[in-house]
């Protein structure tokens, strides 16, 4: 933990702005370059800073579930989407069913950026938890 | 694309590129890990001027993106080089001093 007000008034800044702007890559992968991975990526790394400037235990509380829960929750909803086409008409896994303009895929890279900010931030609590003793 | 624009893009790709080297050459030697903390960021804040240069140049609007998501991380590095080098001098004042 930094105990620097230059940092922790960043951080509250920037934070927000790193949520949205992941959440809009993860939506813009739909059609443009961005997607789960990066939106993931950058989510985890405003969650990882605000570690840095208030400590680990502190992006606990805001997280409010165990990143482990948010890997295992992202997996599934990774994996589940997989099974509508099958269900649906008997189509191998992983066919695309639409509706509209969303669709499975969706869901699928929804669940690729929950795994990635849950093992992410499982690996920053691991690793700091070790240096704050 | 006017000739004015094309040569203020050549001419700044040129410049970027000199510093990009001259800040590689000061994280490579840099006497003190300050020097390279500080010399990393300011990497950071060259490659996302050169994305933004070559965004123009090239007319893709989608390599800004890039830049933002680069200019929103690149700091980490930093901020997470500076804990460390913090954490190093504090493990070194609470040893005792005999070696």
Partial sequence: MMDSLILRTGVRLLLPLMLLFSIFILWRGHNEP?????GGLICAVGFALHAL???????????KVDPRTVLGAGLLVGILPGFVGGLLSGAPYMTSQWLGAVGTPLLFD???YLVVVGAILTMVETLMEEGED | MTVFLETCLAVSVGLVAIALVLTAIRVLRGPTEGDRIVAIDLFGVLAVAMIAIFAIWL???VFLDAAIALALVAFFGTIAYARF???????????????
Avoid: N, W
């Fill in chain 1, 34 to 38: 961005g997607g789960g991975f990066v």
């Fill in chain 1, 53 to 63: 400037a208030f400590g680990v235990r502190a992006m606990r509380l805001l997280l």
């Fill in chain 1, 110 to 112: 929804i669940g690729v």
């Fill in chain 2, 59 to 61: 007319g893709e609007q």
């Fill in chain 2, 85 to 99: 080098v913090e954490h190093k001098a504090a493990l070194k004042a609470k040893e005792p001093s005999d070696g």
